[in-house]
């Protein structure tokens, strides 16, 4: 690549006696960038970006002046850029098939007489296993190895297939299962802040920046690395050398002053936080924190705050360069003259927070005390749903009647303590049936409404901050001490997300507390936040489904979507691990744990929450004492070897795979089938059918589920035929290496709602014109085999959630040609144009399927797709049943002229595989 080097920024910085080229950017400032030491520090790692990969084709002098434009417009802009990220994170349920897309791109290569060896990973990959492993034992002191054993058992093709990509792809690292979540392992040891590469003889330091194939890659934003998620699609394109075509981002600063009150945990300052900016609205922003209460923070906590940036919506939550990034890096390991690079890179860049004059400019701000910030759960089914603790009883007892399908349910008791866990059949004087407690079969026991039977420490959001799982150490030390137990309705587990988190709790004895009161380690890795919960005892689950209770679950996670965190649980609410514990002791909803006594002691007295809740002192003293450097040189001083069942794994296959056509979980997938070195001119859309009409915030996950494989659907049915006994189904998310499970599975959510069929929760369509109701995919395969395209039709924020590309693999192989929706997330949006799928918006405000007066059985044709150009107003025509026709004016959200190269060649897998092969 040729560096025209425009700004004359190219210069040697030297530290500790080694020489490194930086692209400096106060040079540039001099050399004709007036200003550019005003933007905000994530601004700044992408205007380095574009100085580093200057080319005059890609990236053009123009493109850099876009940035001082950026200033003078005051933070908007609606510039494209290429943007080229250092590396590449992944995990398994989006790496498998990634590397299985890599794979079929080398059989492909080979079929257009191109060299497969060009199919290589060009920037560094990691892919960390940390979302297989689920939770089947759990309870007692041998869960964890039972839970290893089973992984491994179920999942033996995926992992084989792993184990040979990491020896056939070069810049392609596999870390072992059981080491971590990607994101903490990232936090802890793979993200260096400042990135080093070796070209022609030179070393070139440059800040660390990577996008990843999991949306909470933005925890790293917490040590300055700028980093989001993407879905596997774009991804793939990145790891081949393709840069990311993206618009220069809005950035909305987030002022911090204060200092967080005691008896409250960075959890409940993240879903503040969250709740703040979903409602201002910062969905494809960046968000940059600043203000004096960074200072008040630990880099724990801010990674805990950017984690969380998918669920407020940013395409980031960033937090610059200071001493506490050096504190980190130096506390977990890091190489001491990486460290040293960190700190003289930050400075000579401009880079290092406190040292710049006044704030940097942004597009727009706002602004949080953190005394302000209370204790807080997020629910029943959206992150960003936050209710006070205080108020979470009575807001549960309103949420019910929705939770019931809308079905009017008696009036509750707001709060009603104690008094729930009664003799059997017992109904309070002045309480509902709600209330009553109906037999678990075999225990001597009952079950309500409204109470917890999944209380999961688990997720990147919590288990990389050592306050808050000290806290819940220490709560159940001081409820065991007590006497108080957990509820025996409640499936208790801890996955922290490293073994490092093991390591200072068992050194600082709380672990014995923790397993105490059921808390025992059940595996390292994402477990009950992705659906991994895996199933409840069979006599709750019956209870539950008999009496059509709203069960619910309470867990450390980042996300509490409908269906998502097991299928028999209704109601799933986000909160701190503390408080995690403290409703598995409390065991219901219903319970005000700031008023209600949890339970009572040895002597029978009443035991509240704020008699065991650890102070800030008792945290901090803990934390200071046993989570030290030499722990994290020890448990990631071999961080690629793994366990002995990791290094039983025997590898076959060279070059290319050798795929077992019997194998469940990893086929060759049909994207390339008939592929040719020139692309097919695109069609226009005629007549195409409704598959679905959904109202707003469908999710990935509705769209497609990670979660348990029910044996009566399409993927469960496919499965059966295959002779795989449904107590071998293993989950949609481990199964994502093989298309004819996850095309079966697309929009099979089991509480997925299309208003085709209204009142019908799951994947269920009507087919016309026969006007049939069918399964979603097997009406999709009855219209392929017809020749009729289809559309689907959505509300607001379609695709939020998860960065699944197997949403958008998904609903191609369905055969839907475009979706038109009032707004979309971010990475969906791109995701379906990387698929060849057409995202359009309504171009007129207001409108909407709903306004438009859409029942379904429509026909649709889109005409000009042959000449679109980026963001085109285009029309459709739309034909209802009774032969009338009418248009609508529609906006194509194909945004840049990548993403159209990309949609006339079918996919970005099939235009960088063409521009390899040439």
Excluded at 35 to 44: A, D, E
Aim: aromatic share 8%; net charge negative.
């Amino acid at each position: 690549m040729s560096h025209p080097d425009t700004f004359k920024s190219r210069r040697t910085l030297t530290v500790e006696g080694k020489d490194y080229v930086i692209y400096d950017l106060k040079e540039a400032e001099k050399n004709g960038l007036p200003g550019i030491s005003r933007l905000p520090f994530s601004m700044k790692v992408l205007l380095e970006n574009l100085l580093r990969n200057e080319d005059g084709r890609t990236v053009l002098a123009d493109d850099i002046r876009a940035m001082v434009t950026w200033l003078t417009d005051k933070g908007k802009s609606g510039h494209e850029i290429a943007y080229r990220p250092a590396r590449v994170l992944m995990q398994d349920f989006t790496g498998v098939p990634a590397v299985v897309d890599l794979a079929a791109m080398r059989d492909a290569s080979e079929r257009l007489n191109a060299d497969p060896r060009k199919i290589n990973p060009l920037v560094p990959v990691d892919l960390v296993i940390d979302h297989s492993v689920m939770v089947d034992y759990f309870g007692h002191k041998d869960s964890f190895e039972k839970n290893v054993a089973l992984e491994y058992d179920r999942n033996g093709e995926r992992y084989t297939f792993l184990r040979w990509g990491s020896s056939a792809f070069k810049n392609f690292r596999v870390v072992p299962p059981g080491t971590g979540i990607c994101h903490q392992v990232n936090l802890e040891y793979l993200a260096q802040t400042v990135w080093t590469r070796e070209e022609d003889g030179e070393t070139i330091a440059y800040p660390d920046t990577l996008v990843g194939t999991d949306s909470h890659t933005t925890m790293v934003n917490g040590l300055a690395v700028l980093g989001w998620g993407v879905g596997g699609i774009e991804a793939e394109a990145v790891m081949l050398g393709q840069p990311i075509s993206m618009l220069i981002p809005e950035v909305i600063g987030f002022r911090l002053t204060g200092r967080l009150p005691e008896g409250t945990t960075a959890t409940d300052l993240v879903l503040t936080v969250t709740e703040m900016l979903r409602k201002k609205g910062v969905v494809g922003k960046f968000v940059e924190y600043f203000g004096p209460g960074l200072s008040t923070l630990s880099l724990e906590d801010q990674a805990t705050i950017a984690n969380m940036a998918p669920e407020y919506g940013a395409t980031c939550g960033f937090f610059p360069i200071d001493k506490d990034t050096l504190a980190y890096l130096e506390a977990t390991g890091r190489d001491k003259h990486r460290i040293r690079l960190v700190e003289e890179y930050a400075k000579a860049q401009g880079m290092f927070h406190g040292l710049t004059e006044g704030d940097p400019v942004f597009t727009d701000t706002l602004e949080l005390d953190l005394s302000t910030v209370t204790p807080s759960l997020a629910g029943p089914k959206r992150p960003q749903d936050r209710v006070a603790l205080s108020d979470a009883a009575r807001a549960f007892a309103v949420a019910l009647t929705e939770l019931h399908g809308g079905r009017k349910t008696s009036e509750l008791p707001q709060s009603i303590g104690d008094s729930r866990f009664m003799d059997e059949g017992a109904t309070p004087p002045g309480q509902t049936p709600q209330t009553v407690r109906h037999p678990v079969e075999g225990t001597d026991h009952g079950i309500s409404e409204g109470d917890v039977v999944i209380a999961a420490i688990t997720s990147c959001t919590n288990t990389s901050n050592p306050n808050v799982l000290v806290a819940a150490g220490l709560l159940a030390r001081k409820a065991h001490a007590l006497g108080l137990t957990v509820k025996p309705w409640v499936k208790t587990s801890l996955a922290p997300g490293s073994q490092v988190v093991t390591e200072y709790l068992e050194k600082a004895d709380l672990q014995k507390d923790l397993d105490a009161m059921g808390f025992n380690l059940v595996g390292y890795g994402c477990t009950t936040c992705i659906g991994n919960s895996g199933p409840l005892p069979e006599a709750i689950s019956d209870a539950i489904n008999k009496h059509d209770l709203v069960a619910c679950s309470v867990l450390s996670g980042n996300r509490n979507f409908e269906g998502r965190v097991n299928p028999d649980v209704r109601a799933n609410y986000l909160a701190s691990p503390p408080l995690v514990v403290a409703y598995a002791i409390a065991g219901s909803l219903f319970v005000d744990l700031t008023r209600d006594p949890l339970g009572k002691d040895r002597d029978g007295n009443d035991v509240f929450l704020r008699d065991i809740w650890p102070t800030t002192q008792e945290i901090s003293e803990i934390v200071r004492r046993t989570v030290t450097r030499d722990l994290f040189e020890s448990r990631y001083s071999d961080v690629f070897k793994g366990d002995e069942h990791w290094q039983k794994i025997d590898v076959s296959g060279g070059l290319t795979y050798d795929w077992d056509d019997r194998s469940t979980y990893v086929q060759n997938p049909p994207y390339f089938d008939g592929m040719t070195m020139t692309p097919k001119p695109v069609e226009d859309i005629h007549g195409a059918r409704i598959l679905g009409l959904f109202l707003d915030s469908i999710t990935t996950d509705h769209i497609s589920p990670a979660g348990s494989i029910k044996a009566s659907s399409p993927a469960g049915e496919y499965l059966v035929s295959y002779q795989v006994r449904p107590v071998d189904f293993n989950s949609y998310g481990a199964r994502r290496g093989n298309h004819q499970v996850m095309m079966r599975g697309t929009l099979a959510n089991i509480r997925i709602k299309n208003q085709m069929v209204p009142g019908i929760e799951g994947g269920f369509t009507r087919h016309y014109p026969s006007g049939d109701q069918l399964a979603i995919y097997d009406a999709a395969m009855r219209y392929k085999d017809e020749g009729v395209p289809l559309v689907i039709f959505a509300g607001k924020e379609y695709g939020t959630g998860s960065s699944r590309d197997w949403a958008a693999k998904g609903t191609v192989l369905l055969g839907v040609r475009a979706v038109i929706a009032q707004s979309f997330e971010r990475i969906h949006r791109s995701n379906l144009v990387g698929m060849g799928v057409v995202p359009f918006v309504f171009a007129n405000e207001g409108d909407s399927w709903q306004t438009l007066g859409l029942t379904g059985d429509e026909k649709v044709t889109i005409e000009g797709l042959t000449t679109v150009k980026p963001r085109q107003t285009m029309h459709a025509t739309i034909e209802r049943a009774d032969g009338s026709v009418f248009t609508t004016e529609l906006l194509c959200r194909i945004d840049t002229l990548d993403e159209l190269e990309y949609y006339k060649n079918g996919g970005i897998l099939h235009y960088v595989l063409r521009q390899l092969a040439a």
